[in-house]
């Protein structure tokens, strides 16, 4: 895969590097990456207008997905793990941000996940690339991955589409 999309309208699949810094046991990943001559106030406000904006359908899933892994105890969604300092973008904890980047994640027992979301600026250009990077704990964590993994990758696209 390439390291820069080319010029298409939606997000396109690049290249992803392990390890990482932001989850230095990450085991699988993938990223995202998207044009757009949009700009942005800040990092929180890209998120918020991206990850933050899942479609009906993605939440759908999200509650789907509640209602199954209940049983095994596992998390619903981040909202109770995210300080109130750093507060959330939709159901992500924010765990770090700059200038160019934004972190959002959390662990449980299956797997840990972060999102990041990294944004370049060239001469009335921004290049959104996300990120997303899982460490997985466990059988159950790989087989996780490997059901969501579709749905991830259209989720993803369709969030990134929306900074167009």
């Not at 750093?86 to 662990?107: A, K, M, R, W, Y």
Request: hydrophobic residues 40%; contains cysteine.
């Amino acid at each position: 895969m390439s390291d820069t999309p080319s010029q298409t309208a939606g997000p396109v699949a690049v290249a992803t590097h392990l390890p990482d810094p932001h989850l230095p046991d990450a085991n699988w990943a993938d990223a995202y990456e998207i044009k757009t001559s949009r700009s942005f106030a800040d990092m929180r406000s890209l998120a918020q207008q991206t990850i933050g904006t899942m479609p009906r359908w993605a939440k759908g899933l999200l509650w789907l997905r509640n209602i199954v892994v209940a049983p095994f105890g596992l998390k619903p969604d981040g909202l109770q793990d995210a300080a109130p300092q750093s507060g959330c973008i939709g159901i992500f904890p924010i765990l770090h941000e700059t200038d160019t980047q934004i972190v959002l994640g959390l662990d449980d027992r299956h797997l840990d996940f972060r999102i990041v979301v990294d944004r370049h600026q060239t001469a009335g250009t921004n290049r959104i690339r996300a990120t997303t990077l899982v460490q997985r704990h466990n059988t159950f964590g790989r087989c996780y991955i490997t059901l969501i993994t579709p749905f991830h990758q259209l989720i993803v696209r369709s969030v990134l589409s929306n900074a167009l």
